[in-house]
């Protein structure tokens, strides 16, 4: 099984939402909840890209790209993150993939759903 299991996304229309879930079933809650979360995306052609990341003490950071549209969130009772993503545009189209960093420095990343946003 994998250390991250992602799901939610999908093909929307132009102004839409999607929601990105991040699952961590292998963490135990020790682990996840100090670990910090971070979403990245890969739109066609380009490098891989920070989009948003939350710490273990809920600190958070957004790419100027989504700051206002997309919000980073964790619920460690259900060792989960999530990527609130509003108003959606076609720049938004991407790989987008999950990712932990653990408090011994292990790194993980998810299997990257893909998010396609219709103009």
């Known amino acids: 099984q994998a250390q991250l299991v992602e799901s939610g996304g999908g093909l929307v229309q132009a102004g839409g939402s999607l929601r990105l879930s991040c699952a961590a079933p292998?963490?135990?809650?020790?682990?996840?909840?100090?670990?910090?979360m971070a979403w990245y995306r890969q739109p066609p052609g380009k490098e891989r890209e920070l989009v948003a990341s939350i710490t273990g003490s809920r600190s958070t950071h957004y790419a100027d790209s989504v700051k206002g549209r997309f919000t980073i969130s964790r619920d460690n009772s259900r060792k989960m993150a999530y990527l609130q993503m509003n108003s959606l545009n076609p720049e938004d189209t991407a790989v987008y993939y999950c990712?932990?960093?653990?408090?011994?420095?292990?790194?993980?990343w998810g299997q990257g759903p893909q998010v396609t946003v219709s103009s």
């Open positions: 292998r963490n135990i809650f020790s682990v996840f909840s100090p670990s910090d």
């Open positions: 990712k932990q960093v653990r408090q011994t420095g292990a790194t993980y």
